[in-house]
RNA sequence: GUGAGUGUAGCUCAGUCGGUUAGAGCGCCAGAUUGUGGAUCUGGAGGUCGAGGGUUCGAUUCCCUUCACUCACCCCA
């Protein structure tokens, strides 16, 4: 029985949100749901734990997420892993609910975590929490730039300004095959000049080779193709459009042809929202369209476009930026003070009584003395202090004591819900 | 998976050129004439100096190993 060790942690990676950052994460739930319905998004959440297999088909066999990141449990003959991103589980939501077939159009979002066994550093958790936002369904550009929009207006509601939405597109099918081999090609022709790492990117995934970030690759690809260039006339108008509609409403938007998800699903429409004081660390946000991911799934080939947020960036920026909400919790409205310990259990039926009226309260348990109690009162920001006495008992009265304007009143218990009512709903600080 | 840095009270950190009772601030608890708050003052509790091993008369201080945390690379939200 005796513990071999005397402490837990939470798992490397894994971190607790604690009371006192509740409000904090409220603000960006609160922020997050209050625009997603804005815009006709319903909320939607989805299973933690999928058959593996879900995210092999939807995220790609060879990506680093599935290859390696993936908390996978066995159960007999089934393997299951905890979601390491959110579109995947809700494409398969949306199938299993038959909405491909009664309602094809869906607005959703969600907001929860996802898992990935990744080695934790700033900004990166193996538990993170996302808040994700599917339009699926649809082919239509303006999704693709109501989408955009909304990731964008999520940051500027927390206080971000100068947002800037880097677009690209990454083809579909026929244009997106052809701009692999030419650029297979092109880096195929001075491999052997190329960052070490960029080498082994050859044969994984060459178009990551466009992304690094190695100043010598940087410069190699300045020659290199580019996908906007080997769009079909078909895509090539879709992304006009994108750009077209963001331009028109004001948005500011930078087209990158580097860009490029790491994901497989993704086709055409790719984009990230960057905050550019930030540096290295900008980009808030990223997302794109994945027009066949459903039809993977099993069901038919119809498009959708979506983006995730991570709220662990989105706290750095903030805090970096000094922007983070500063929010106080909402302590209790009533502290029960006991001035004689034989009034406890008063106490507690009052608190009963106090609670079943709507009124929160507290109350010690410890059995402090009265200025100690007053103390709680005070220090947790408590606005009314009810103190209980023997005297006010034979009298059948307490006392009422307003700790924010520092008055006191003998109220008698049957009006005593009144007086609180009274006192609480004109409370100065609100 | 690779590399670097850090590990001393609940928190933020001093400190010991190896020496015998390890400190501060904040926080916590209790008092300041006995039924009243957040201030002030006084006092108090709280640390196997991450863990294991080695060197040494002696290690929290030096060395090794290990674990944890942090940061960067990889990858990505």
């Not at 580019?226 to 090539?236: Q, V």
């Not at 034979?394 to 009512?421: C, I, M, S, Y």
Request: net charge negative.
């Amino acid at each position: 029985m005796a513990p071999e060790r005397q402490s837990y942690r939470a798992p490397r990676g894994i971190r607790d949100v604690l009371p006192e950052e509740i409000p904090l994460w409220e603000e960006l739930e609160g922020t997050a749901r209050r625009l997603a319905r804005l815009g006709g998004y319903r909320e939607i959440r989805p299973a933690l734990l999928e058959e593996t297999d879900l995210f092999t088909r939807s995220v790609g066999e060879v990506t680093d997420i599935v290859e390696k990141e993936m908390f996978t449990l066995r159960r007999g003959d089934s393997s299951y892993s905890l979601r390491p991103e959110g579109t995947a589980g809700i494409a398969r939501a949306y199938l299993q609910a038959g909405y491909a077939k009664t309602a094809p159009v869906q607005r959703l979002f969600h907001i929860g975590p996802m898992f990935r066994y990744e080695r934790p550093q700033k900004g990166r958790e193996r538990m993170f929490t996302q808040f994700d936002v599917e339009a699926l369904g649809s082919l239509d550009p303006r999704l693709d730039a109501e989408v955009i929009d909304l990731a964008a207006s999520f940051f500027e509601a927390l206080g971000l300004e100068g947002l800037e939405v880097r677009l690209g597109s990454m083809g579909d099918g026929e244009d997106r095959d052809r701009f692999r081999a030419a650029v297979r090609e092109y880096v195929g022709d001075r491999l052997a000049e190329y960052s070490e790492l960029s080498q082994e990117r050859f044969e994984r995934n060459v178009l990551r080779i466009l992304d690094s970030k190695h100043p010598g690759d940087v410069e190699l690809n300045r020659g290199a193709p580019r996908m906007l260039d080997h769009l079909s006339a078909e895509n090539r108008e879709h992304f006009e459009k994108v750009t077209e509609l963001l331009g028109g409403l004001g948005r500011r938007v930078v087209v990158d042809a580097t860009i490029v998800r790491g994901l497989d699903y993704y086709t055409r429409t790719v984009f990230e929202v960057h905050y550019p004081e930030l540096g290295a660390r900008s980009a808030l946000c990223g997302g794109g369209r994945y027009d066949h991911l459903i039809r993977d799934l099993g069901g038919p080939d119809l498009g959708a476009v979506g983006f995730a947020i991570g709220f662990t960036p989105t706290l750095i920026a903030l805090e970096q930026l000094g922007l983070t909400p500063r929010i106080q919790e909402i302590p209790p409205e009533v502290f029960l003070v006991c001035a004689d310990e034989e009034l406890s259990q008063r106490a507690f039926r009052l608190a009963h009584q106090l609670r079943s009226n709507g009124i929160s309260c507290v109350y010690d348990t410890e059995g402090r003395g009265l200025k100690s109690q007053m103390k709680q009162a005070g220090r947790g920001g408590h606005p009314v202090a009810l103190i209980l006495g023997s005297d006010e008992a034979a009298r059948g009265t307490v006392q009422l004591k307003d700790l924010t304007r520092k008055e006191q009143n003998e109220v008698p218990e049957d009006g005593l819900l009144e007086a609180l009512q009274r006192v609480l709903g004109s409370a100065p600080q609100g």
